[in-house]
């Protein structure tokens, strides 16, 4: 071989080397250990019993925006935010994060990341209220309903969606709506406002059944909200709603009117109560990058999240929640100089990412949720303040 065909093979060589070093640094997947991060329940316990002794809540209100990252807040700052509008997410008393991951990974599903916020315990894909293993989970609504609470689930998706399911009935078949609104009927929930979804496909019921099934327990109400009175004030009650009918704040009624209708039931219970708000426009539209519609999701979560922070002051008794199961979509929000201050959002997948997502908490109790690592954390805060709470039998 002539010298300068050595030569030019060497050079070729080292440069496939130079671009594969290159591509592995640039590509290079990290391994993410599943559960390595230890946790003392004695940390919790410490700060309930310590600094925050007397601020025990009597009423909680978890609200969940399904598929919302920092990126999302990002973007409602960014472009529904003016100088002399406050904030609501200013507002809360605490502002931290948790990360989502399930028991098997970076990644989690609704289900999985719901389960162990309303359980205490990580868990798979597709498992609501339950373990790994297959154990039925001890959940938040169960503890209430034990201890006499009022309870109530609004959701902007469907009534038997894995979110809402996670803090109250136990299956690892997300698909069995059947199986999920019987469990619902058979439960002590007093209140329940969503949507129908894909009925009469696969296992989900016509709607005839669905309401067979619900008016087992509740007293279904009209879209009109109206409360019922007297002797039947304390009948549980639920209202139905077609697919998308109550996505945004065009919708009538809309979230925040439907999470204050919740509001003035529970209230009228006479005695401690567990809200479970769900607002899920922000994962349906991630999934599909569609921004138009994250921002309209981001206008109806504001707008009910100062409405319930009205009450959390007012009400004094009151902890009010908020946090996200799991990113959707990789969003970024960028600023291109050539266009600038116009931003720019992009996405990055039709998926979950494994980013880590907002935890605000306000009024008593919130200061439990300001060392939260972990989204089985929440449930273990929550179950610490439900347990320790003594609401007035
Ligand atoms: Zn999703």
Redesign the pocket.
Known sequence: MKSWKKTSLLTTLIILVLLSSVYYIFNMSVSVPSSDIEFSPGQVEGKLNGVYEGQKPKNIIVFIA??MGFSHLSLALQTQQTENTPSVWQAFDVKGWHDPRSLIGPLT??EASATAMATGVSTNFGHIGMSNEGETLENIFEMAWAMNYATGIVTDSYVWDGTPAAFTVHTRNEDDARDILTQLANSDLDLLFGELEDVGEDEVPEVEETIAILEKRFQLLDASLKLPTGDAATSPVAVLFEEDEIQDLDSEPNLPELTETALEYLTNQGKAFLLLVECEEM?SA??TNNTDRVVKGLQSLQKTLAMLQEFVEKNGETLLIFTSD?E?GGLATLSDYNNYPNMQVRWSTNE?SAAVVPLFAKGPGAHCFADVHRNWQIGDCLIELISQNTPGL
């Open positions: 399904d598929g599903d609704s994962d991630s999934h799991h959707t979950h």
